[in-house]
């Protein structure tokens, strides 16, 4: 005699629901792969065009702030130490003696100004032809939560502010950190 489950799954339509399902769950999946590409690519290009329009303005407000810089490395520019370290700088600017590091965000987390601070102990080791320089570190947000943006400027970082029309407002800490 058939169990009721063995009748369930013999039966066509029971057959036709499951497959319908399992077919359901897999463009469901689908779909929330196509989200989360969609949601890397919207957020990169956020990334993207918030440091474009910092990197000519950078130059002005640093200027204006007693920092001199006449050069600009942008997009991620990669550096690796004797040791193994590695590290990506979205903008770098610099002159013979000087140079600003600015990390781009879209939104910036107290999380994400310490894993700055953490990867610049490597900065100079990385970035060998800077290694006489001073070196002051930025960040440039679109949003800053969770009040990120003060406790940048409390761990010694210089902070950007985009102000619309490619204008940027530089605010200053009260001690500059120096790598």
């Not at 005699?1 to 999946?29: I, Y």
């Not at 810089?69 to 600017?93: F, N």
Request: hydrophobic fraction near 35%.
């Amino acid at each position: 005699m058939e169990t009721s489950s063995q009748a369930l799954l013999s039966d066509p339509r029971w057959v036709a629901l499951l497959e319908s399902m399992k077919e359901t769950d897999r463009r469901m999946q689908e779909t929330d792969r196509k989200i989360q590409k969609l949601s890397e690519l919207f957020t990169t290009q956020w990334g993207k065009l918030i440091e474009a329009l910092c990197t000519p303005a950078s130059l002005e407000v640093f200027k204006k702030k007693g920092i001199g810089i006449t050069q600009i490395y942008r997009s991620a520019a990669r550096g690796e130490s004797p040791t193994g370290h590695r590290m990506e700088v979205d903008v770098i600017l610099c002159d013979t003696d000087v140079a600003v590091t600015v990390e781009v965000k879209t939104t910036c987390r107290i999380q994400d100004v310490d894993h700055f601070l953490e990867q610049m102990k490597y900065f100079k080791e990385c970035f060998r032809p800077f290694a006489n320089c001073t070196v002051y570190p930025a960040i440039t947000a679109l949003k800053y939560n969770e009040k990120s943006d003060q406790y940048a400027l409390s761990k010694g970082l210089f902070v950007l502010y985009p102000q619309g029309d490619g204008l940027f407002k530089l605010e200053e800490p009260e001690k500059r950190r120096e790598f």
